[in-house]
C-alpha cells in the first residue's frame, strides 16, 4: 500500500513538472492572450449571469406582483367566503387566477377536493402565525406560482396563476445571454490576440533583431521604430530604443576592434618580416664579413625594440578601464617636472621650458600617477619628434578660473594641417609628414583614452606663428 502511494505521488508530481515546463515554454504572446482572453471571458460571463439574475427576478416580481392584486379582488368580492374553491382553474395559460379558501383547522375542510395544494405552512398563515408566502407548485401539468396569504377569521386565502409565461421568458433570456456570453468570449479571444499581437510587435522584432545578429554576428542591424512625435512612446518602445543604442555602441566597438586588428596586422608585418630578414642573414653568419654581421645584428636589436614597442602600446591601448583602486590625488606640478626631465633625458638635443603656477597654487587632480606619467610623456615624445634642432617645446600648467586645472604642450615643428586635425587621435593615424619619423601611431591614440579614463579632454590644434598645441584640460571635481 505504501509503495503504490508513493508512486501515485511521484505520478502527480511528474504532471505537475509537465504542465508547468509546458506553461514556462509557452510565448509570451500566448501568455498575454491567454491572460487578456481570460479577463474579458470572466467580465462577459459575469455581466451575462448578473444580467439573467436580474431578468428573472424582475420576471417573479411581476408574476408576484398579479398574484398579490388577484389576492387582492378576490377578497374583495368574496370576503365571508367559506372553506373551498373560490375561482378557476388554472388550466389555460390565458386563464385568470384560481382561488380557494383554506381553515386553520382541517376539521373544517369541505368534502370537495382542494384544488390546490395545501401544507401545514398554509394552516399556519390561516392562525396567523406565519406571514404570507409564494410557493412554486405544477397544475394540471402545468408550472405555476401560488400565494398563501390571511384570509381573516382563521382563513388562508391561496391563489394561483400559470408560470409559463415566465419560465418560457426565463428560458429565453438564459438562451440570448448565454449566446451573448459565447459572443464575448470569441471577441476577448480575438482582442486578446490583437492585443498581445500589436503590444509585444516591437518585442517581436527585437526578439527577431536579436536571433539575427546572434546567427550573422553581423551588430547592423536594428529594430524599425515608430516616427517619433506620435504619443507611442511606451516602455516597450523606449526599450527598443536602448536596444538600437547598445546595438550602435557594439558595432562602434566591433567595428574599432576590427580595425584595431588589422591595423595591428598591418604595422607589425613589415617589422617582422624585417626582423625574419636579418634573422635569416645571421644564420648564415659565416657568409658575412665582421662589419655586415655587427650591422645585422644592430638592425635585429633595433626592430626588436619596436616590434616591443609596438606590442606593448597595443596592450596599453588595448585597455578599456583605469584600476580604480589606484587613484589618488595627484600634485600635477611635480609629475610635470617629472616627466620633462625623463623627456630631456630621451631627446638630449630638445630643449623644454616648463610654465607653471606659483609655488602656493597647488594643483591637484584626481588620477594614477603611472597612467598620467604616460599621458604627459606620449605627448612630450611626440612634440619632440617634430621639433626641429633649435626649437624648444613649451609645457604650461594654470589653473582656470572654474577651478579646474590645464596642461599644454606645444612644439615649433611643422604644425597639423587642417585636413589631418579630425584623425590626429585614431589609432595607426600618421600624417603624411610624419611617416619618415619613428613611431606607430599610438601614442596620441593612447594619450586620449587614458585622459578620458580620468574624466579629462585633451584636444589638438593649431599653434598661433607655427607648431602644433596640446591641451590637457581636468573637470572640476564635485
Known amino acids: 500500500m505504501s509503495g503504490r502511494g508513493r508512486v501515485g505521488r511521484r505520478g502527480r508530481g511528474d504532471e505537475s513538472g509537465h504542465g508547468a515546463r509546458w506553461r514556462r515554454r509557452r510565448p509570451l504572446r500566448t501568455r498575454l492572450a491567454l491572460a487578456a482572453t481570460a479577463a474579458v471571458a470572466c467580465v462577459a460571463l459575469g455581466v451575462c449571469a448578473a444580467a439573467f439574475l436580474v431578468v428573472r427576478g424582475a420576471l417573479y416580481r411581476q408574476l408576484e406582483l398579479s398574484l398579490t392584486q388577484s389576492a387582492r379582488l378576490a377578497a374583495q368580492r368574496n370576503p365571508d367566503s367559506g372553506p373551498g374553491t373560490l375561482a378557476g382553474e388554472c388550466r389555460f395559460r390565458a386563464a385568470p387566477a384560481c382561488a380557494e379558501v383554506v381553515p386553520a383547522d382541517p376539521g373544517r375542510d369541505p368534502k370537495a377536493p382542494y384544488l390546490l395544494p395545501v ?102 542591424h536594428r529594430i524599425e521604430l515608430p516616427p517619433p512625435g506620435r504619443g507611442r512612446e511606451d516602455e516597450v518602445t523606449r526599450l527598443a530604443g536602448s536596444f538600437n543604442t547598445m546595438l550602435g555602441e557594439l558595432e562602434q566597438s566591433v567595428t574599432a576592434q576590427r580595425r584595431l586588428v588589422a591595423d595591428a596586422s598591418h604595422e607589425l608585418r613589415t617589422p617582422l618580416t624585417a626582423l625574419r630578414t636579418n634573422a635569416e642573414l645571421l644564420a648564415r653568419g659565416d657568409r658575412l664579413t665582421a662589419e655586415q654581421r655587427e650591422r645585422a645584428s644592430l638592425a635585429l636589436g633595433r626592430q626588436l ?24 590625488q595627484v600634485r600635477l606640478a611635480p609629475l610635470v617636472e617629472y616627466c620633462v626631465g625623463a623627456a630631456r633625458a630621451h631627446w638630449p638635443g630638445v630643449a623644454f621650458r616648463v610654465r607653471g603656477p606659483s609655488p602656493e597654487e597647488a594643483v591637484v587632480v584626481a ?112
Open 119 to 220: 401544507d401545514p405552512a398554509a394552516r399556519e398563515v390561516a392562525a396567523g402565525t406565519r406571514a404570507p408566502y409564494y410557493t412554486a407548485i405544477v397544475h394540471a401539468g402545468h408550472p405555476a406560482r401560488m400565494l398563501t396569504t390571511d384570509y381573516g377569521k382563521g382563513r388562508a386565502l391561496q391563489v394561483a396563476l400559470r408560470a409559463d409565461t415566465v419560465e418560457d421568458g426565463i428560458e429565453q433570456a438564459a438562451w440570448w445571454l448565454a449566446l451573448t456570453a459565447a459572443a464575448g468570449v470569441l471577441l476577448a479571444t480575438l482582442l486578446g490576440y490583437w492585443v498581445a499581437r500589436t503590444g509585444l510587435a516591437p518585442v517581436t522584432r527585437l526578439t527577431a533583431t536579436a536571433e539575427r545578429i546572434a546567427a550573422t554576428r553581423d551588430p547592423r
Open 367 to 478: 588620477g594614477v600617477p603611472a597612467r598620467l606619467s604616460r599621458l604627459l610623456g606620449n605627448l612630450l615624445d611626440n612634440a619632440a619628434k617634430f621639433s626641429p634642432a633649435g626649437a624648444e617645446v613649451e609645457v604650461g600648467l594654470m589653473v582656470r578660473g572654474d577651478g579646474g586645472a590645464e596642461v599644454t604642450v606645444r612644439d615649433h615643428g611643422p604644425g597639423i594641417a587642417e585636413g589631418d586635425l579630425p584623425y590626429v587621435f585614431d589609432r595607426f593615424y600618421r600624417a603624411g609628414a610624419a611617416r619618415a619619423l619613428p613611431g606607430s601611431g599610438l601614442g596620441l591614440a593612447m594619450a586620449r583614452q587614458i585622459a578620458r579614463a580620468h574624466e579629462a579632454e585633451l584636444t589638438a590644434e593649431a599653434a598661433p606663428g607655427g607648431g602644433a598645441l596640446f591641451r590637457l584640460t581636468f573637470a572640476v571635481r564635485g
Open 305 to 328: 625594440r619596436e616590434v616591443t614597442g609596438l606590442v606593448n602600446d597595443l596592450i596599453e591601448l588595448a585597455r578599456d578601464e583605469e584600476p580604480q583602486l589606484l587613484v589618488e
